[in-house]
């Protein structure tokens, strides 16, 4: 059974940095994609970044240029670094395998104030 926990949420003000941690146990990561994710309050999760086997990342707009996404296939982790936060990007963040495990972690909350 796979497991996702992620870890490194919290409250930041506006133009603030947070980096995110994501631990997979039950996968080799080194075989998958992996993702970054986050719901908002009131809103359906949405994909934020993705980052290929090989290390290739993809991001959504409204995060590129502000927001990392890298992997440790030997630690079987996954990392969101998040730079110049908006209150926008206040939610639940949560990370994957791709394709999914079909199951999801506690997800880590990160709030930016304004």
């Known amino acids: 059974q796979v497991q996702l926990v992620e870890s490194g949420g919290g409250l930041v003000q506006t133009g603030g940095s947070l980096k995110l941690s994501c631990v997979v146990s039950g996968r080799s990561i080194s075989s998958y994609g992996a993702a970054w994710y986050r719901q908002a309050p009131g809103k359906q999760r949405a994909l934020v970044a993705m980052i290929s086997t090989g290390g290739s990342p993809t991001y959504v707009d409204p995060v590129k240029g502000r927001f990392i996404i890298s992997r440790d296939n030997a630690k079987n982790m996954v990392y969101l670094h998040m730079n110049s936060l908006k209150p926008e990007d206040t939610a639940i963040y949560f990370c994957?395998?791709?394709?999914?495990?079909?199951?999801w972690g506690p997800g880590t909350q990160v709030t930016v104030s304004s």
């Open positions: 994957g395998t791709v394709p999914s495990a079909g199951s």
